[in-house]
């Protein structure tokens, strides 16, 4: 078996920690022996963030959010939504199953599963854009302003209910600075990096364009292995495929992404500024890095060997998946492909002194193909390919304003469209064998209105409140894809159809007061919903079934406060969320059907937590921060469809972590005319998860923790120079410098007798190239 234990967890979690306390010892006697060289207090900067329709610090936002700059990205080295980190915050790469996309969840709140008919738990926007789907939204993270992580249901202040929380990201806006830098960088696994941004005035004060590029290539950390050749012992006549002197057949996990964005800024008056945003992306990658640890179905067979433990690797970083089905001759490639384009427009316009119009326009497109070989092994057990098309039109307007000093208020409207077709083909045992054609469109429209009252100095009571209407359609086909009629089966639901539709109010009401300038401190309840739907992965027309909305009751209180001469920030959240009918993937069979993969309404739950931020710039030179995230999840109660699936009183879940930590330290030493040198330690700690809502439904029968996916702690180092003109930038990155073995998710299916996780990367080395202009 190929999990690591839990108590071999521990040991690495110790070593790592005792590294990582002896690097930031070291680091800090760099710093103290550094303190002649500069001894003056570092005042910490401002975050500007809009998470309440208006500009306003993170220190003065009555929210639980966390925010990244787009500098502070680049300092710590992170490319793509999946490597943030916040308190409470839990984002995985897609088990190969549901494909390219980023799984995120925030205060256990969250979604890993694909299709278009699911909404997202956490709502994913790029310039206040909402994206509707999980496929493709492990964006790139380049030439960013700002990236907001905010926690909690956003069901007032978002475009579209997001009931865990949100994450924005925000590009920078043009400015004509006639700037911009080409950087490019190598390392392990035939690393290649290419990133590029410029700003330019067209028209002086009037017409400003900002374009930036990104070309990211390396090859994957997982071998996938011809199991004869490497195995002949075991393979019994299973033929060898590989090339002569070479048993390797190719690379999962390998990443090959072009992205193209054009922001073009048109200040067309004192009263008016419209910003088009355009872009454009590519990616090819292969299969996500994935280690088998079940294998477990010796009916099915390929020359006269049985599928069992024999195909579990002892090296995880091996895979002897071929996408290949023998007894059909049906030949796959490893992909994980999404094209997708997109275009907005954002006209800002201000009708009087405190009156301004706001419209934000968006329209996008994507495509994508993903293979899965469930096996991993030249022996049929299920494969399939999986083609997806979607396109979605948004429409926000906003009109905010000011009554004197004692009222801000934002009144608006909200309109989402969108259309996919899942077009796939699944091929399980020698049983099923179906392509589908499954048209699934959604329409959302909301109003919304959100009042601030300044009742008195330095005191805040903030109230809104959102309805909003949701419809959903839904049609099967299930076709025999060698004679086009209905398949075997499952073809009973080809022709048949669902719908769904809800309306929903949700409000926020909180209040803030400001101690001092330096100190203040809030309480809110805020309710949120996701929609619910029908099942859109039936195998029988009896489980084309609805499952309603899941709604959260939130309740949360925090300060913020800046200590130390503004040289030590410090904020803390505790929440109460009260979890009702929450919506969960049963994989394990409640309806009385051997294969489900059925939305279910799990049950209520209780959900409490506590999340702490602080940052220290003890001298202007040093940096120093830490997050640190509990949640305790508890169900009230349980469905008979959840108690069916193996849910017990006890699981939480999935990919929902007890305890989320971070911290780093940073030195800068002045060199002064040869520049600066800057080393940072990173350091990201994630307990226990588990890839199934049934947490232990199938432990008794495998004798082991099926599902779990244990605890792990990712160490990153990076080393910069800066020149002294601050033209050149040069630096050295180790990221899993402990070389961490650790596992982000997984997909197992007993029914099916296979079981696999998402592996890391192991340790990886870069050198990156930057030349500003």
């Not at 690495?12 to 920690?17: E, N, T």
């Not at 030439?143 to 994450?167: A, H, K, M, Y």
């Not at 120079?721 to 402990?738: C, F, P, R």
Request: proline content about 5%; some cysteine; charged content about 20%.
């Amino acid at each position: 078996m190929a999990l690591i234990s839990n108590n071999s967890a521990r040991i690495r979690f110790g070593d790592a920690l005792r590294l990582t306390t002896a690097s930031l010892l070291a680091t800090a006697g760099f710093a103290g022996a550094a303190f002649a060289q500069q001894t003056t207090q570092g005042e910490l900067p401002d975050i500007v963030v809009t998470a309440e329709f208006r500009e306003a610090r993170v220190q003065d936002t009555p929210i639980a959010i966390t925010a990244l700059t787009g500098e502070l990205l680049e300092e710590r080295g992170i490319a793509t939504v999946t490597e943030l980190a916040a308190p409470n915050v839990n984002i995985a790469p897609g088990a190969g199953i549901f494909g390219p996309l980023a799984a995120v969840y925030i205060r256990g709140v969250g979604q890993y599963d694909s299709s278009f008919a699911y909404e997202p738990g956490v709502g994913v926007y790029v310039d206040d854009v909402y994206y509707g789907v999980l496929l493709g939204s492990d964006f790139e993270l380049a030439s960013l302003d700002r990236v907001e992580v905010l926690r909690g249901p956003q069901g007032t202040n978002s475009g579209r209910n997001s009931i865990g929380g949100s994450v924005k990201l925000y590009s920078q806006r043009p400015t004509g600075s006639n700037e911009g830098y080409l950087e490019a960088s190598v390392g392990s696994f035939d690393r290649l990096d290419f990133r590029g941004s410029y700003d330019l005035s067209l028209v002086e004060d009037k017409l400003f364009l900002n374009v930036s590029g990104v070309s990211r290539r390396r090859d994957g950390h997982v071998s996938r292995v011809d199991f004869a050749c490497a195995n002949p012992s075991l393979a019994g006549t299973i033929p060898n495929t590989s090339t002569p002197g070479n048993c390797e057949l190719g690379r999962e996990g390998s990443e090959d992404v072009q992205a193209l964005r054009a922001t073009l800024r048109w200040i067309a008056s004192d009263n008016v500024e419209i910003n088009i945003r355009a872009d454009k992306s590519e990616t090819d990658n292969t299969g996500p890095g994935m280690t088998l640890y079940w294998a477990d179905a010796p009916a099915n067979t390929y020359g006269g060997v049985p599928y069992d433990s024999r195909f579990i690797p002892t090296n995880p970083y091996v895979s002897y998946a071929t996408y290949y089905d023998p007894g059909t001759d049906w030949s796959l490639q490893s992909m994980n492909r999404v094209s997708a384009w997109g275009v907005s427009g954002d006209l800002s316009w201000r009708l009087g002194e405190s009156l301004t119009l706001r419209s934000i326009t968006a329209y996008r497109e994507m495509e994508s193909g993903f293979t899965f070989d469930q096996d991993m092994s030249p022996i049929m057990v299920s494969q399939s390919y999986n083609g997806n098309e979607y396109q979605q039109f948004t429409q926000e307007l906003r009109l905010s304003g000011a009554a004197g000093d004692w009222l801000d208020w934002t009144v608006g409207g909200y309109y989402f469209d969108s259309e996919g077709k899942l077009l796939n083909r699944v091929k399980s045992g020698t049983v099923l064998n179906f392509n589908t054609n499954d048209p699934v469109t959604s329409t959302s429209q909301s109003a919304f209105v959100q009042a601030i009252l300044h009742p008195a100095p330095d005191f805040n009571i903030t109230g809104g409140v959102r309805y909003t209407e949701d419809e959903k359609t839904y049609a099967f086909s299930r076709l025999d894809p060698i004679t086009g009629a209905p398949a075997i089966i499952v073809g009973s639901l080809t022709g048949t159809s669902g719908s769904f539709s809800g309306d929903r109010v949700d409000y926020r009401l909180a209040a803030d007061y400001r101690f001092s300038e330096n100190f203040m401190a809030y309480a809110q309840v805020a309710t949120g919903y996701k929609g619910g739907g029908i099942n859109p992965k039936p195998f029988i027309p009896d489980q084309v079934v609805p499952f309603d909305p899941e709604t959260v009751t939130a309740y949360e209180i925090g300060f913020k406060s800046d200590l130390l001469d503004r040289t030590l920030r410090l904020n803390v959240a505790a929440f109460f969320n009260d979890y009702k009918d929450i919506i969960l993937i049963d994989a394990n069979g409640a309806q009385g059907f051997f294969l489900s993969a059925e939305p279910i309404n799990a049950g209520d739950a209780e959900v409490k937590g506590v999340e702490v931020e602080a940052e220290w710039h003890p001298t202007s030179a040093l940096t120093l921060t830490t997050s640190v995230g509990y949640l305790d999840f508890e169900y009230t109660r349980l469905s008979a469809d959840a108690l069916g699936s193996g849910i017990a009183f006890g699981d939480v879940p999935p990919l929902t972590p007890e305890w989320k930590a971070s911290g780093s330290i940073a030195y800068e030493f002045d060199l002064g005319a040869n520049g600066s040198l800057t080393p940072r330690l990173d350091v990201q700690y994630t307990s226990e998860v588990y890839s199934d809502p049934a947490n232990h439904g199938t432990d008794a029968l495998v004798g082991f923790p099926f599902f779990l996916i244990d605890e792990y702690t990712l160490t990153n180092a990076r080393l910069t120079y800066d020149s002294e003109d601050g033209l050149w930038q040069a630096s050295v990155g180790v990221s899993n410098l402990t070389d961490e073995v650790y596992y982000t998710n997984g997909f197992a299916f007993f029914f099916s007798g296979t079981g696999m996780n998402v592996i890391g990367r192991p340790r990886e080395y870069e050198f990156t190239l930057r030349r500003k202009f």
